[in-house]
């Protein structure tokens, strides 16, 4: 089994700033149940930011089974159920909506309810370029949450990989829907970094990867960025496998992609996004209203690389570059 090692102490955290909350929750009522809906398109209840979020509200005093009682609506891939599952949690009056994930998860919770909270952990869409949010400061509506600008990583991702492998030239790139906007920033910055992107797009989920990465093959791709979608998210195991089984070295956005087995990660942790948004879950059931919560952004970013990955591909990381990782999976 892999281990890992930390590479730099994690500093800094999401739970900073104006939402910071003490440790010990404020009284409620005795008796009083509160509500949380989760509505979801494909992660199960079990995910690791999910469980992360729902220890970091025992922590302020909402405790599942105790005092709060949480409504899980999964899609489990099948978008178009997302208004009827929204509706839902609506009618069974729910205290907040966590509404996590792509852009449509948001997007049927609010069509759903102009009056119930929504916290979102917006990581594959910016809420404010698409209207849901006003400003960070001031959301306004009830709206707010934390977000994670992918397009503003792109570029950075594909200097990382240019530095792990410098004589590289030609990158595939696999995109959704979902990252159309990450694929057009990233032809914007391939020439910055000396790189000719192969854009792969993949339909109709669950994607057919293997055929994906044979068309990389077949263009000659020395390389792949993977670009953010929680369509792929489930699939991770597999661009994992499939990276190593076509010599392709991949960077991915989240940790949980280096873990399975692509070569590197760059981005913020999801756990951590996830117990930001129990902070705010918090706030808003002591009678915090969401236009008056600042909307966040991730501070800390994440480097991880699979050395183990590496040396499979018969790799050799930059020492500089390593000294520069958060984990180093071994």
């Known amino acids: 089994m892999a281990s890992v090692m930390d590479r730099r102490a994690f500093i800094g955290s999401l739970a900073g700033g104006l939402l910071a909350a003490p ?28 469980e992360a979020m729902v220890k970091r509200l025992g922590e302020l005093g909402h405790v599942e089974g105790l005092n709060l009682a949480i409504e899980f609506r999964n899609a489990q891939g099948d978008v178009t159920r997302l208004p009827a599952l929204a509706a839902e949690l609506v ?20 069509k759903a309810t102009a009056t119930v909270p929504i916290v979102t952990v917006a990581v594959d869409f910016d809420p404010i370029a698409r209207g849901y949010v ?5 959301p306004g509506g009830n709206v707010t949450g934390v977000v994670l600008r992918q397009i503003e990583l792109t570029g950075k991702r594909m200097q990382f990989l240019k530095e792990a492998l410098p004589n590289i030239t030609r990158v595939a790139v696999f995109w959704d829907a979902i990252s159309a906007d990450q694929w057009r920033e990233a032809q914007k910055t391939a020439l910055a970094v000396g790189l000719r992107l192969q854009g792969v797009e993949l339909r109709n989920p669950p ?43 991949t960077i991915c956005g989240l940790a949980q992609y280096a873990h399975a087995g692509a070569l590197m990660s760059y981005g913020a942790n999801l756990d951590d996004m996830f117990r930001q948004a129990a902070l705010y ?41 390593l000294q520069r990782a958060d984990q180093v999976i071994e």
């Open 91 to 110: 009618r069974l009056n729910v205290d907040v909506i966590l509404a996590s994930g792509p852009e449509v998860v948001l997007q049927a919770a609010r």
């Open 207 to 249: 994607y057919h990867l293997t055929d994906a990465f044979r068309t990389a093959a077949r263009e000659r791709a020395e390389a792949l960025l993977l670009l953010m979608s929680p369509v792929f998210f489930p699939q991770r195991a597999q661009v994992g496998e499939l990276g190593l089984k076509s010599q392709l070295p």
């Open 281 to 321: 879950i918090d706030k808003i059931l002591k009678g915090t209203k969401p236009a008056d919560l600042p909307v966040e952004q991730p501070t800390k970013f994440e480097l991880v690389i699979n050395l183990k990955t590496a040396k499979a591909l018969g790799l050799t990381i930059p020492p500089s570059l």
């Open 23 to 50: 440790l010990a929750a404020e009284a409620q009522t005795p008796g009083r149940v509160t509500k949380l809906g989760i509505l979801s398109t494909v992660n199960p209840r079990t995910t690791t930011f999910t």
């Open 134 to 138: 006003a400003t960070l400061a001031k």
